[in-house]
């Protein structure tokens, strides 16, 4: 069902990277062949192309059949991101005795849906080659929650159900481990990617809900998921092209 091919996208789009690698797979799939950024196009009336640009965007078009210069060129145009938080280049921090991770916003998320979810990271990291100039990128995902935003206990913030109004950079910082997790997230993020501490350079990670899309309602008429928006605009896009004529 339609639904579950969404779900699908929605598990595997954790990251900008992971959807354009979901997307594509799934178009590679369903006829479409691969074209380089940089190649030489060898393109033909009726087919069907995907080029995956820098690996956080994504190309796909097809050549009508009877297709001339003249002819007009429809465009469809969708996000392979969604609002998050983003981890900040020098995240680790304490709290008392809790380890805590730096965070800030990206691309407007309401805020409140974050607190009290199982939250996992994703992205990817530049680690040190032998080119100084081109590092190698390598895709990040942890397989389980590792952090969680709490919600203060409601004797502890009183105005919480009045419109409170929260503090990024106060209120939205995850919880990560106890004192003895201190300093240790890039050291875990290099043990997951395979890699040494030492060799990262760089990142582009940040946080993700971790929790399954459903299927609800009296007619089970309604979908719910995280990264529902912006998403569904690029699985809509995707199957559109692969049902065309």
């Not at 309401?110 to 990128?137: C, Q, Y």
């Not at 895709?139 to 419109?163: F, Q, T, W």
């Not at 939205?172 to 990262?200: N, Q, R």
Request: proline share 4%; with cysteine.
């Amino acid at each position: 069902m339609k639904q579950e091919k969404l779900f699908d996208l929605l598990k595997a789009a954790v990251s900008p990277c992971e959807c354009v690698k979901a997307a594509k797979q799934e178009l590679l799939e369903n006829g479409f062949e691969e074209i380089d950024y940089t190649g030489n196009w060898k393109l033909v009336r009726g087919g069907r192309y995907v080029l995956n640009h820098h690996d956080t965007t994504m190309f796909a078009f097809t050549v009508g059949s009877g297709y001339n210069k003249k002819d007009m060129v429809r465009i469809a145009a969708a996000h392979t991101d969604y609002p998050y938080l983003r981890i900040k280049p020098n995240p680790d921090f304490m709290t008392n005795s809790y380890a805590q991770v730096n965070v800030e916003v990206y691309g407007g998320p309401i805020l409140n849906t974050w607190f009290d979810r199982p939250l996992g990271v994703a992205g990817r990291v530049a680690i040190k080659s032998e080119d100084v100039f081109n590092p190698r990128m390598v895709l990040y995902r942890s397989e389980k929650p590792v952090m969680i935003i709490p919600n203060l206990a409601i004797h502890m913030n009183r105005e919480v159900n009045d419109g409170y109004k929260y503090n990024v950079q106060k209120d939205m910082l995850p919880l990560y481990g106890l004192e003895s997790a201190k300093g240790s997230f890039f050291k875990t993020v290099a043990e997951a990617a395979g890699v040494k501490e030492e060799d990262i350079l760089g990142h582009d990670l940040f946080l993700y809900n971790r929790m399954s899309g459903t299927v609800w309602g009296s007619e089970e008429e309604f979908v719910s998921a995280p990264r529902l928006d912006d998403l569904q605009c690029a699985f809509s896009s995707m199957e559109g092209l692969i049902a065309g004529k």
